[in-house]
């Protein structure tokens, strides 16, 4: 079936640093992906995605690039800041009729950007 | 903005009660989800509800479970008989007729005694 594997978290940075936060998936097919963030005490949003091979997301300064042949999902920002602190979760959905959004999640990666 | 509402936040029950989990989906949204999070582990898709009815479901939503859209705004998740291990975080989410993006309530925090 289909999965998701992100890195394991927690991930503390200063801010400014780079961020990396590594997803891997395995699916049939031809996947779309996501990344979702979850700031603390609200519900999931959508950060950005990508519906096909070598599409690039981005949003807010992040960035994630659809590698088939690696099978990788791979978040990054140039800059973080305090306020990127959140649970970042890597996903991916397979259109099966009319529940085109039926979403494997990974774990989750907490990331706390200090000042 | 829209946004995708759920009650209660936190709800603690005890075993072999029978609980409601509640959601109001952005109001013009056709397609509507329920997925949960167990402590420390993936979220996990349990149920997508399409023109009033099931569209598809997991192996996790047995006959414990069930959803309804009793009016035009509410959409449910009950849990009959509830066990410890339906301890968890369950999210709603919603979308619009042309799918192609999920949104999330905050999630309401389930806590079986």
């Known amino acids: 079936g289909d999965s998701v594997t992100q890195m394991e978290g927690p991930v503390t940075l200063s801010e400014e640093a780079f961020l990396t936060i590594n997803c891997t998936y395995t699916?049939?097919?031809?996947?779309?992906l996501f990344w979702y963030v979850q700031y603390p005490g609200e519900g999931l949003q959508l950060l950005l995605k990508a519906t096909k091979a070598d599409d690039k997301g981005s949003n807010k300064g992040f960035e994630a690039t659809y590698r088939k042949e690696t099978t990788s999902f791979h978040l990054e920002k140039g800059s973080v800041q305090v306020s990127d602190s959140a649970v970042y979760f890597c996903a991916l959905s397979r259109s099966s009729g009319g529940s085109n959004y039926k979403l494997t999640f990974g774990k989750g990666t907490l990331l706390t950007v200090n000042p | 903005e829209p946004e995708v509402t759920q009650t209660p936040s936190h709800q603690v029950t005890q075993m072999g009660q029978e609980v409601i989990l509640r959601c109001v989906p952005i109001s013009n949204h056709l397609y509507f989800y329920w997925y949960r999070q167990i402590l420390g582990q993936k979220v996990e898709f349990l149920v997508s509800f399409y023109n009033n009815e099931i569209s598809e479901k997991s192996e996790i939503f047995d006959d414990q479970f069930s959803v309804e859209r009793p009016d035009g705004s509410n959409f449910t998740l009950k849990i009959r008989s509830t066990k410890l291990e339906d301890s968890a975080m369950y999210f709603c989410a919603s979308s619009d007729i042309l799918n192609t993006e999920a949104f999330f309530g905050q999630g309401t925090r389930l806590t079986v005694v």
């Open positions: 699916a049939t097919g031809y996947p779309s």
